[in-house]
């Protein structure tokens, strides 16, 4: 799929203000809660996600995103529980994808039960794994791909087509890939879901979040989410919309480092196997290439049996182990003792998520800095 030509001036310029009253250079920050009253109808108010920042933040994001509107929110799961809330009632269903983020996962057993709303969680990733789990009440088809931590591919276009057969609408978290490397609408998905606080953000400093799709989708989603009040500070919405400037920059970076470690820790006699898109063996590998631009900034890999994944996260110098992913540094966690720690072990096996596995969010270091940093912790492990 090709990239659309101007997405790097769409970077810089979508959405941005005009500072009239002196010719600045940036979009000028509006941090008023308090506007002039016009009518009900049209009155900005943060909460209301319609204040000038807000609004041109979302621009920018649908404009990367192709998609026609907009809406951010103060973090990935605010935009992530509205959006699933806005889209549903009691009695209805919802398929979700089984490897899913942590947080949503949460989100959909402990809240779902609240407001009788069922779901199930697929046995795998094809189209067909998501048919099985239609039921006369379903509502709604929910992915995520690459998935977190083993960068599994589902097909997108597949996945619009079964929900559209079917009546359903159909939501994907594309944190992972970010806008540069993968753009949903293009396939027929209706609704987009970002952590801001991953790669749009990028500099592991914002946590926001945000919902893209129709104008028809987000204004209904506006009549829940006015309610549930999960908006953002426009200071921070400034901060994001000049962070985005350099998106393109930076994933493509990223996109670069990562390919070039997974192809080092291919051939490294103390990793046992590498789960990254990008190489010709994953086995979603043409998948990947048919509907990503890039293959991404993350990566996942299982240390061999002689390792201690403990030690070895916590001998690296210039690779930070933290929770989060996706900023400008290298980072590295265990899912096994964080992300996925609240798992059953059940759970984690059916991930084929295992104690000896490191997910990898690629920075933008210089690769030799990276490789180097790998293998002096691998030393280090030596009796
Ligand atoms: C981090 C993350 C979220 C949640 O975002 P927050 O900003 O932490 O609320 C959702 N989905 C994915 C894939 C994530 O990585």
Redesign the pocket.
Known sequence: MKKQADFKTLCVHAGELKDEQFGGAISPLFPSTSYAFNDVESSQYPRYFNTPNQRGLAKKIAALEGAEAGMIFG????A?STALMAHLESGDHVVFQNDL?G??RNFVKHEFPKFGIEFSFTSGMTSDDFEKEIRENTKGIYI?TPS?PTLKIIDLKEISDLAKAHGLWSMI?N??ASPVNQNPIHFGIDIVLH?A??YLGGHSDI???VVLGSQVSIERLFLSAKNFGGSLSDYTVWLLERSIKTLFLRVQAQNTNALKIAEFLEKESWVDQVFYPGLSNHPNHELAKKQMHGFGGMLSFNLNAQIDAKKFLLNLELIKPTM??AGIESTALSPHLTSHALLTEEERIAQGIGPQMIRFSTGIEAFEDIKNDLIQSVKLQDP
């Open positions: 973090s990935g799961m605010a992530i983020y947080g949503t995520e977190n978290d944190t992972f952590s606080t991953k946590c926001a979040g989060s992913l």
